[in-house]
């Protein structure tokens, strides 16, 4: 009778081979651990059983020819001298050939990996395989997303400087990325909302609800406002007022 080793436990450390798997054979996989755990423990209790009793045995067979394990007093009991002897020579012996079980299910621990130049973390110890399947498979997925996106934006950029004769020599890509954006921002509050565009306010002046683009103040000259602009030249831009 032995233990059960648990198969594929490599891919708790090799999250390049997690990663090309589905979720359904992860979890196939997870099931088959819980179940060998389960026989594993119940393979432990057996052996330990078998151990003790054999042990047992021995100690009644000495006790019975007159060699006393322990030696009893008032107070508890003390180590004879056949103690050591006996530790080193029956009782290690024994429980050389009853292993102690110590094929614990494969867990994750908090750590960091690349794949494919992404870096991937688990954040939580222990973390069993379906959850580090989730967690890692989530952060890749939304980095690969995020990676394709500014690839996009990076060549739509570089295509919008030329067209505009935005230098961008010697830019690293996201100051690229930056000084693109914040030229089509200022292009797009021109267009869109010239000085002296009348924007409604909402929700932000208890006095007014106007403001004049190119002025620093609401129309009641309560409340300082400014225009934000979000979005990028790929999704497009909106923009909104703003109190401060």
């Known amino acids: 009778?032995?233990?059960?080793?648990?198969?594929?436990?490599?891919?708790?450390?090799?999250?390049?081979?997690?990663?090309?798997?589905?979720?359904?054979?992860?979890?196939?996989?997870?099931?088959?651990?819980?179940?060998?755990?389960?026989?594993?423990?119940?393979?432990?209790?057996?052996?330990?059983?078998?151990?003790?009793?054999?042990?047992?045995?021995?100690?009644?067979?000495?006790?019975?020819?007159?060699?006393?394990?322990?030696?009893?007093?008032?107070?508890?009991y003390t180590k004879n001298g056949y103690q050591s002897w006996y530790a080193n020579n029956i009782v290690n012996v024994i429980s050389r050939k009853y292993p102690y079980y110590n094929f614990n299910i494969p867990t994750a621990h908090t750590s960091e990996k690349e794949v494919n130049g992404i870096k991937l973390y688990c954040n939580k110890s222990p973390t069993n395989i379906v959850e580090l399947y989730d967690k890692i498979t989530?952060?890749?997925?939304?980095?690969?997303?995020?990676?394709?996106?500014?690839?996009?934006?990076l060549i739509k950029s570089i295509e919008y400087a030329t067209l505009n004769n935005i230098n961008i020599e010697d830019l690293s890509s996201e100051q690229i990325i930056d000084k693109v954006n914040e030229y089509a921002e200022d292009k797009y509050l021109k267009e869109n909302v010239p000085d002296g565009t009348v924007i409604y306010l909402?929700?932000?002046?208890?006095?007014?609800?106007?403001?004049?683009?190119?002025?620093?103040?609401?129309?009641?000259?309560?409340?300082?406002?400014?225009?934000?602009?979000?979005?990028?030249?790929?999704?497009?831009?909106?923009?909104?007022?703003e109190p401060y």
């Open 1 to 76: 009778m032995s233990y059960k080793k648990f198969p594929k436990q490599e891919l708790i450390r090799e999250w390049d081979k997690l990663l090309k798997m589905s979720r359904e054979e992860v979890c196939v996989i997870y099931k088959e651990w819980l179940l060998i755990e389960k026989e594993n423990e119940e393979i432990r209790k057996k052996l330990n059983e078998e151990k003790n009793n054999k042990l047992k045995e021995i100690a009644e067979y000495m006790k019975s020819i007159g060699i006393e394990i322990y030696k009893y007093k008032r107070d508890g």
């Open 202 to 241: 909402k929700h932000i002046c208890n006095k007014c609800n106007t403001y004049i683009m190119g002025e620093k103040r609401c129309f009641c000259g309560n409340r300082r406002i400014d225009i934000i602009v979000e979005g990028n030249i790929v999704d497009g831009f909106c923009h909104y007022p």
């Open 138 to 153: 989530d952060q890749y997925n939304s980095k690969i997303k995020l990676k394709d996106k500014n690839d996009k934006l």
